[in-house]
C-alpha cells in the first residue's frame, strides 16, 4: 500500500480510538500494535518492549516529575492567593490595577507551577470574584484569568518544553529561554486588551485606582519572595552551568516542599501525601504518553509513513510561509481536541522533518507550536482551562467564559503573527545568553 495513503488510514484510525475516550497513551499503542502486526507481521512486535521502555531511559525525563512536584507543592499553599494580593497591592496605582495584578499573578504563578489549569484555580479563586465585586464584566474577569492561565506551558520551567526537547532532541535550555520573550508579549497584549474592554465596558470608575500604605505592601513580600528566588535560582543554576535541568529540578522541588512546609506550615502528612501522589499521577500519565509516543514514531518510520510525508511535503513548490499556515492550522485543530503533551509527542516527528527542511528554526517553531496549544486550553470542546473557570466560578455560564476568552485567542493569533514577522522575538535571547547555535 502507498505509504502516503497508510499515513491518512492511520491518522484517522488514531483520531477514532481517542475520540472513544480511550486514554492517550492506550490508544496510541493499540494503533501502533495494530498497523504493526497487519503490515509488519508478528516479527515486528518483539521491539515494542525495548522500544516502550528505552524511550523512559532518558535522563532528562527526570526533569519532568520534579517540576511537576514544584508546582504542586505551590499550587497546594495560599502562594496563589498571597501572589495575587502582593501584585494588587503593588500595582494598584495604575489605571486597571485590578486587572493588571490578576495577569501579572497568572504569569508569576505559571512561571512557578508551570500547570496551566492550577494557574486558573489558585489565581482564579481569588481574581474573579474580587473582580466582578467592584464591576468588571463577568467575560472579562473569567477570560482574563483563562487566558493567563494558558501562560503555564510557555514560560520557564515549561513541562510542555521539556517534552519538546525530549521528543525533538533541542536543549531543554534554549527552549526555556526561548520562552521568555514571547510570554512577555503574550502577558503583554492580554493586558492591553483587558483595559480596552474594561474602559469599552462604560465604567470608567473600574480603571481608577485604589491606595495601600507601604506597610501594607511590604507585609505580604516575604510570603511570595522566596518562591520567586526559587524560580530565579533554578533559571540561574540552569544557564549559569552549575547543574543540568534534572539536577535543578530536584533541587527547586525540595525547596519548594520546604519552603510550603515551613511557611505555610504545610505539616499535615495528608496534605503532603495529596501533593506527591497527585504529582506521581500526572508524572506517569506524561511519562507514559512518551513512552507510547515513542511506539507510535516507531510505527510511522518503520511503515516509511513519516519519511513520506516529509519527502510529499518537500516535493510541494509552495511558498515556506503557506507551509507554515498550513502547519498551525494542523495544530489548531489538533489542540482543540487534544492536550498539549499530546500533540507534541504525536506531531514532532512528522513536523520536525518538514520545518527543518523549509528552513525553520526548530527553537522557534516550539515557541509557535506551544502557543497554538494555549489557544486549544482555551478553546472547545475540549478547552480545559474553561472548565476549571466553571468549576470555580459556576455561576457564570460557559458561554460567558468562552465568549470572553475570545479576544484573547485574538491575541495570542497576533501572538504567532509577530514571530513570524521577528523570529529573534523567539531566538535572540537563547543565543545571547548560551551562544548561537550550530
Same mark, same amino acid.
Do not use: H
Given at each position: ?25 492506550? @490508544? ?6 495494530? /498497523? ?17 521502555? !528505552? ?33 494588587? $497591592?503593588? &500595582?494598584?496605582?495604575?489605571?486597571? %490595577? ?6 501579572? *499573578? ?25 473582580? $466582578? ?12 484569568? +483563562? ?17 519538546? @526537547?525530549?521528543? =525533538? ?39 481608577? =485606582? ?10 505580604? &513580600?516575604?510570603?511570595?519572595?522566596? /518562591? ?8 540561574? *543554576? ?9 539536577? =535543578? *529540578?530536584?533541587?527547586? +522541588? ?80 489538533? @489542540? ?20 527543518? +527542511? ?32 466553571? !468549576?470555580? +466560578? ?15 485567542? %485574538? ?14 522575538? *523567539? ?12
Amino acid at each position: 500500500m502507498d505509504p502516503l495513503i497508510l499515513g491518512a488510514i492511520v491518522a484517522i484510525s488514531t483520531i477514532l480510538i481517542l475520540f472513544s475516550g480511550v486514554s492517550v497513551a492506550i @490508544g496510541l499503542l493499540v494503533v501502533s500494535t495494530l /498497523f504493526l502486526l497487519i503490515f509488519d507481521g508478528v516479527r515486528s512486535l518483539e521491539l515494542l518492549p525495548e522500544i516502550l521502555f !528505552g524511550k523512559l531511559d532518558n535522563f532528562a525525563l527526570l526533569s519532568i516529575p520534579m517540576f511537576i512536584i514544584m508546582g504542586s507543592s505551590i499550587a497546594s499553599t495560599r502562594a496563589g492567593a498571597d501572589l495575587y494580593e502582593a501584585l494588587e $497591592r503593588w &500595582l494598584t496605582r495604575l489605571p486597571g %490595577g485590578l486587572v493588571i495584578s490578576n495577569l501579572g *499573578a497568572c504569569a508569576l504563578f505559571a512561571a512557578m507551577s508551570g500547570s496551566s489549569p492550577a494557574t486558573c484555580a489558585a489565581i482564579g479563586k481569588m481574581g474573579i470574584p474580587e473582580m $466582578r465585586k467592584r464591576g468588571y464584566p463577568d467575560g472579562v474577569a473569567a477570560g482574563s484569568i +483563562a487566558a493567563g492561565g494558558t501562560l503555564g506551558i510557555l514560560i520557564p520551567p515549561s513541562v510542555t518544553m521539556i517534552v519538546y @526537547g525530549i521528543a =525533538t532532541e533541542s536543549s531543554i535550555g534554549r527552549l526555556f529561554l526561548a520562552g521568555v520573550i514571547p510570554g512577555l508579549m503574550l502577558v503583554l497584549l492580554f493586558m492591553i486588551w483587558s483595559l480596552y474592554s474594561t474602559w469599552a465596558s462604560g465604567n470608567k470608575s473600574l480603571l481608577s =485606582t485604589r491606595s495601600y500604605s507601604w506597610k501594607e505592601r511590604f507585609e505580604i &513580600l516575604p510570603r511570595v519572595l522566596p /518562591f520567586l528566588l526559587i524560580i530565579l535560582g533554578v533559571l540561574y *543554576a540552569m544557564y549559569g552551568g552549575v547543574a543540568t535541568p534534572s539536577e =535543578t *529540578a530536584a533541587v527547586g +522541588a525540595l525547596l519548594c516542599l520546604v519552603i510550603a512546609m515551613v511557611i505555610y506550615k504545610l505539616w499535615n502528612p495528608k496534605d503532603l501525601w495529596v501533593v506527591l501522589r497527585d504529582s506521581t499521577r500526572e508524572s506517569v500519565m506524561i511519562l507514559f504518553i512518551i513512552a507510547a509516543a515513542g511506539v507510535f514514531s516507531y510505527m510511522l518510520s518503520s511503515l516509511f509513513i513519516t519519511q513520506s510525508i516529509a519527502e510529499w511535503i518537500g516535493t510541494l513548490e509552495v511558498n515556506r510561509w503557506v507551509l507554515m499556515f498550513a502547519v498551525n492550522i494542523f495544530l489548531l485543530i489538533a @489542540g482543540f481536541f487534544l492536550p498539549p503533551v499530546a500533540v507534541i509527542l504525536m506531531a514532532a516527528p512528522i513536523l520536525l522533518p518538514i520545518i527543518t +527542511a523549509a528552513g525553520f528554526d526548530p527553537i522557534w517553531f516550539a515557541v509557535v507550536l506551544t502557543i497554538n496549544m494555549e489557544i486549544g486550553l482555551i478553546s472547545p470542546p475540549v478547552g480545559l482551562n474553561l472548565y476549571v473557570i466553571n !468549576g470555580i +466560578a459556576p455561576e457564570i455560564s460557559l458561554k460567558t467564559i468562552l465568549m470572553g476568552s475570545l479576544p484573547f485567542v %485574538g491575541c495570542m493569533v497576533l501572538a504567532i503573527i509577530l514571530l513570524c514577522l521577528f523570529p529573534g522575538l *523567539a531566538t535572540w535571547l537563547p543565543d545571547a545568553v548560551m551562544g548561537v547555535a550550530r
